[in-house]
């Protein structure tokens, strides 16, 4: 391979140590590559697919090195796989050649690398996937100083026959049910706003984002409401492969002082998420 012609890769999560080490040993299999690595927000579509355009091949780690959030209602495996759907969907609309997944060698206490792997193989893109010593890299330092707003990642279970654009519109509508009279939700076409039935504004603002959702990852821009300081967060209900729905908040900022939100809010958010739970296992 010509310097002219090397291979351009982009190297999806690998903190800074991580990567040093990606590149020592992709480059002495496929002589001088151009390498990347993302920068982008590894939860969302269109900018993984933006910054994949030109590679030929793509190196996706696990663990994966996130941006710590201000408050975060996540774990790491949950948080790995809904950024390999993320990376999945972007690659299949890109020229990739391949994918090397590299997968640890021990050290990760759960399921999620091979649900990785699983997912990764759906893009249709050939994956190649190699052992990652566990003395590559350390859990417990996988996130950057970089602080965002709230991160929630939640696991429940899909409804037989249901997927990710049903649990969607049936969790709003679960809400509604189980936390009436106290709290109700009006529908105003794709608009869903959360109300209380002691304020005339809405405490949330839901927006359905039609270009970026699918039967199997739906998604709500959080677009106002007395409860945010902004429109940058969202909501997204991902499938994965095992029949699980993912349900994820990305970079709300609360209105409330975060003292008082994280004790308030942010508390109630995790009881409904785990009701829910519940009542999707006694649906299945």
Not at 33 to 62: H, P, T, W
Not at 171 to 192: T, V
Request: glycine residues 6%; positive net charge.
């Amino acid at each position: 391979m010509t310097k002219i012609n090397r291979l351009t890769v982009a190297i999806i999560g690998a903190g800074s140590t991580l990567q040093d080490n990606i590149q020592d040993k992709l480059a002495g299999s496929y002589n001088a590559m151009g390498l990347r690595k993302l920068q982008s927000d590894l939860f969302n579509v269109n900018a993984i697919k933006s910054e994949l355009q030109g590679a030929d091949l793509a190196v996706f780690s696990y663990p994966v090195a996130f941006p710590a959030a201000r408050l975060s209602q996540a774990h790491l495996p949950e948080m790995t796989v809904l950024a390999a759907d993320s990376f999945t969907r972007a690659a299949r609309e890109t020229n990739l050649k391949k994918i090397i997944y590299l997968k640890p060698d021990g050290g990760i206490p759960s399921d999620s690398p091979a649900e990785v792997e699983k997912i990764l193989q759906t893009s249709g893109i050939p994956v190649k996937t190699l052992p990652l010593p566990s003395t590559l890299f350390e859990v417990s330092k996988v996130f950057s100083d970089r602080t965002a707003g709230v991160r929630s990642i939640q696991r429940v279970r899909l409804t037989y026959g249901k997927d990710a654009e049903w649990t969607a519109f049936y969790n709003l509508n679960w809400l509604n049910r189980m936390a009436s009279p106290l709290i109700n939700i009006k529908w105003r076409g794709s608009s869903c706003e959360i109300h209380t039935r002691f304020l005339s504004h809405p405490l949330l603002v839901l927006q359905y984002s039609s270009d970026a959702s699918s039967s199997n990852r739906t998604v709500f821009r959080i677009a106002g409401g007395l409860l945010a300081a902004d429109s940058s967060g969202r909501l997204e209900f991902c499938q994965v492969p095992n029949d699980d729905c993912i349900i994820a908040i990305h970079g709300y900022r609360p209105s409330l002082p975060w003292f008082v939100y994280k004790y308030s809010q942010a508390m109630i958010h995790l009881l409904v998420m785990k009701l829910f739970k519940k009542h999707t296992e006694r649906m299945t």
